[in-house]
């Protein structure tokens, strides 16, 4: 096993739900009806975009949620690890979006979840992925270059008869970059940092049409992270040599 590969060791910083349908129509006539019930149903809902074919409305400056023609998501910016607020969320927005457009069936239905772990430097973080053997590196001379691997990525799709799973790991640095404003120079000093991090990406999804009978929202959330987690901590341990 590879300690520093280790499911456990990576935070949760995104979760999404997403389902899409055909093209609803509807949406032009009912996009007010569906914000209103919405605004009723949270507390500190703010509008963040507003057109003809998509509407994205902020709660509590945490979860982005997005009605448009064929597709609408509830995102979760902050999730704790147990999802409890996300899932108690989520039904309530979907429902009423599958209600007030008159979703009969989807044609797709996501879930993604995004992990991190931060290192200290980009070869730590490239290191991570590379010595689990997840993937072939080249250890000699190539393009005429003696280098080394840097910011790898490795990507598949597992796909099955009526779901699939997108699955990415990948090395990355961030740069973060805060301008002070103008007349503050003298009281707050710039902020120029780099995180260096290895993302685990995942997103479960069907690949065949449901129905909407068939889809009880907080009961396919909690059964699609069950398997996640469950699963992530084994791939995680795989031995990939």
């Given at each position: 096993m590879n300690s520093s590969l280790d499911f456990s060791q990576f935070k949760l910083t995104s979760a999404t739900i997403e389902i899409r349908y055909d093209n609803?129509?509807?949406?032009?006539?009912?996009?007010?009806?569906i914000w209103s019930e919405a605004n009723l149903a949270w507390?500190?809902?703010?509008a963040n975009q507003a057109e003809p074919n998509v509407t994205r409305f902020v709660i509590n400056d945490r979860f982005d949620v997005m009605v448009s023609l064929d597709r609408s998501h509830l995102i979760d910016n902050k999730p704790t690890s147990s999802l409890k607020e996300f899932i108690e969320h989520a039904p309530t927005f979907l429902n009423l979006v599958m209600d007030s457009l008159n979703i009969n069936k989807l044609e797709r239905i996501g879930f993604r979840l995004i992990y991190k772990k931060y290192f200290k430097?980009?070869?730590t973080a490239a290191g991570t992925i590379i010595d689990s053997k997840i993937m072939t590196v080249p250890t000699n001379k190539i393009f005429n270059i003696q280098g080394k691997?840097?910011?790898?990525s490795y990507s598949f799709v597992w796909e099955g008869?009526?779901?699939?799973?997108?699955i990415m790991l990948k090395a990355v640095d961030r740069k973060i970059d805060f301008k002070v404003?103008?007349?503050?120079?003298?009281?707050?000093p710039p902020v120029h940092l780099t995180k260096y991090e290895v993302i685990y990406d995942?997103?479960?999804y069907t690949i065949k049409t449901v129905s909407r009978g068939q889809f009880n929202?907080?009961?396919?959330?909690?059964q699609a992270y069950h398997l996640i987690k469950r699963d992530s901590k084994n791939f995680m341990v795989l031995d990939h040599g």
């Amino acid at each position: 096993m590879n300690s520093s590969l280790d499911f456990s060791q990576f935070k949760l910083t995104s979760a999404t739900i997403e389902i899409r349908y055909d093209n609803a129509y509807i949406l032009w006539d009912r996009a007010g009806l569906i914000w209103s019930e919405a605004n009723l149903a949270w507390f500190g809902l703010k509008a963040n975009q507003a057109e003809p074919n998509v509407t994205r409305f902020v709660i509590n400056d945490r979860f982005d949620v997005m009605v448009s023609l064929d597709r609408s998501h509830l995102i979760d910016n902050k999730p704790t690890s147990s999802l409890k607020e996300f899932i108690e969320h989520a039904p309530t927005f979907l429902n009423l979006v599958m209600d007030s457009l008159n979703i009969n069936k989807l044609e797709r239905i996501g879930f993604r979840l995004i992990y991190k772990k931060y290192f200290k430097d980009k070869d730590t973080a490239a290191g991570t992925i590379i010595d689990s053997k997840i993937m072939t590196v080249p250890t000699n001379k190539i393009f005429n270059i003696q280098g080394k691997v840097l910011l790898p990525s490795y990507s598949f799709v597992w796909e099955g008869e009526s779901t699939a799973a997108q699955i990415m790991l990948k090395a990355v640095d961030r740069k973060i970059d805060f301008k002070v404003p103008v007349g503050l120079e003298d009281e707050i000093p710039p902020v120029h940092l780099t995180k260096y991090e290895v993302i685990y990406d995942i997103d479960y999804y069907t690949i065949k049409t449901v129905s909407r009978g068939q889809f009880n929202v907080k009961d396919w959330i909690e059964q699609a992270y069950h398997l996640i987690k469950r699963d992530s901590k084994n791939f995680m341990v795989l031995d990939h040599g």
